[in-house]
Structure formats: C-alpha cells, structure tokens
C-alpha cells in the first residue's frame, strides 16, 4: 500500500493516537525536520474540474 507524508501536525497527532502502527509507516515518508502546519484547509476544486474527471 502507498504511503503519503503527514501533511499536518493534527494529522499526525491524530494518526498516532488511533493508528500507531500506520502512523509510524508514515512517519518515516516525511521528511526529517519539516515543518508541518496545525491545520491544512481543504482544497476547493471546480466543477469544471470535477465534470472533466468523469
């Protein structure tokens, strides 16, 4: 299974709590001594964007 990086610090936080195994696995796809925000916003996407994927 592919592993993203942790994009934020309350992902991270989160992850470790419910998931340690998992998190753990993560945790080594990012990269030492980043910096992650508390909170990533979610991005909008467009509906043009969304009619063009379907």
Known sequence: MLMNPFVSNA???RMF???PKMAKERASKTPKG???P???K???VSKSKKS???
């Open 52 to 54: 063009q994927s379907n």
């Open 34 to 36: 980043k910096k992650l």
């Open 11 to 13: 992902q991270r936080k």
């Open 17 to 19: 709590e419910n998931n």
């Open 42 to 44: 979610k991005q909008i």
């Open 38 to 40: 508390e909170h990533v």
